[in-house]
């Protein structure tokens, strides 16, 4: 007896739910991602598990595992930050713009504190330690 | 177009910063005005992860219970927090973290 096996039909693969999948990857990165400039050094902020404050403000410093600062995107020392951060603070005027201070986790506190103690002398009222919710 | 669209799509996933920041708020000793030294507590955080609950060492489970004691008595309870300068920022992080799951509000870091 014989079999008569149909020979296979290529399928062609349908495009358009790849297609729509695709699309909703996109739109999910582009509401997901905070589009920023790259900065200047890498910077490993310490892991919180349960820090309240919703991270992301207007003006964040940072500050690398090996002392340099950096602020919207520019290396500087600490004197240039503060003049900057003054000029940025008076243009804020009213708005009470706070800052945020991005440091390496492997930072020694004592250079934490030096540097929030430089940005007070600024003329800094709010100010906040960014953290990274750890992962669970 | 769908090769526009990956592209599109490979820019967005590179460019895109996915970390989740949070903020740990800090308190200038201005803004904290009115808490007198004596209604405070400090906590020194000593090099090899030893804590000091003024003066008296605490484990990091024992300062929370400590905390929310003090909280119960006053709600605005100022904490400073004192580490040594040589402790790294993240364990430094963790205390603060505890702190504030406790429920301080006035949070402030002092140094040595």
Same mark, same amino acid.
């Given at each position: 007896?014989?079999?008569?096996?149909?020979?296979?039909?290529?399928?062609?693969?349908?495009?358009?739910?790849?297609?729509?999948?695709?699309?909703?990857?996109?739109?999910?990165?582009?509401?997901?991602?905070?589009?920023?400039?790259?900065?200047?050094?890498?910077?490993?902020?310490?892991? !919180?598990?349960?820090?309240? #404050?919703?991270?992301?403000g207007q003006l964040t410093? *940072?500050? =690398? &595992?090996?002392?340099?600062?950096?602020?919207?995107?520019?290396?500087?020392?600490?004197?240039?930050?503060?003049?900057?951060?003054?000029?940025r603070?008076?243009?804020?005027?009213?708005?009470?713009a706070?800052v945020?201070?991005?440091?390496? !986790?492997?930072?020694?506190? #004592?250079?934490?504190?030096?540097?929030?103690?430089? *940005?007070? =002398? &600024?003329?800094?009222?709010?100010?906040?330690?960014?953290?990274?919710?750890?992962?669970? | 177009?769908?090769?526009?669209?990956?592209?599109?799509?490979?820019?967005?996933?590179?460019?895109?910063?996915?970390?989740?920041?949070?903020?740990?708020?800090?308190?200038?000793?201005?803004?904290?005005?009115?808490?007198?030294?004596?209604?405070?507590?400090?906590?020194?955080?000593?090099?090899?992860?030893?804590?000091?609950?003024?003066?008296?060492?605490?484990?990091?489970?024992?300062?929370?219970?400590?905390?929310?004691?003090?909280?119960?008595?006053?709600?605005?309870?100022?904490?400073?927090?004192?580490?040594?300068?040589?402790?790294?920022?993240?364990?430094?992080?963790?205390?603060?973290?505890?702190?504030?799951?406790?429920?301080?509000?006035?949070?402030?870091?002092?140094?040595?």
């Open positions: 007896m014989r079999c008569s096996v149909p020979p296979p039909r290529r399928v062609r693969e349908p495009i358009a739910p790849l297609i729509d999948v695709v699309f909703l990857l996109l739109i999910f990165f582009m509401l997901v991602g905070v589009i920023a400039p790259l900065d200047p050094f890498p910077v490993e902020p310490p892991t !919180a598990e349960r820090a309240a #404050g919703e991270g992301g410093i *940072l500050l =690398a &595992a090996d002392g340099r600062l950096a602020f919207e995107g520019m290396e500087l020392d600490l004197p240039t930050l503060q003049a900057r951060l003054g000029e603070l008076a243009e804020a005027e009213g708005r009470k706070g945020e201070l991005k440091a390496d !986790a492997t930072v020694d506190s #004592g250079q934490v504190i030096a540097v929030l103690n430089a *940005l007070r =002398a &600024a003329g800094v009222e709010r100010l906040a330690l960014l953290t990274v919710r750890s992962s669970p | 177009m769908v090769d526009v669209v990956f592209l599109l799509l490979l820019y967005f996933m590179l460019v895109a910063n996915v970390q989740d920041l949070r903020a740990i708020p800090l308190n200038a000793p201005a803004a904290t005005g009115g808490a007198s030294a004596e209604d405070a507590l400090v906590i020194r955080l000593l090099a090899d992860d030893v804590l000091e609950l003024n003066g008296a060492p605490v484990g990091l489970d024992e300062l929370a219970l400590r905390l929310g004691d003090a909280l119960s008595h006053d709600p605005d309870l100022t904490v400073w927090v004192r580490p040594a300068s040589a402790v790294p920022l993240q364990q430094l992080v963790r205390v603060m973290d505890r702190v504030r799951a406790a429920g301080v509000h006035h949070l402030n870091l002092v140094s040595e």
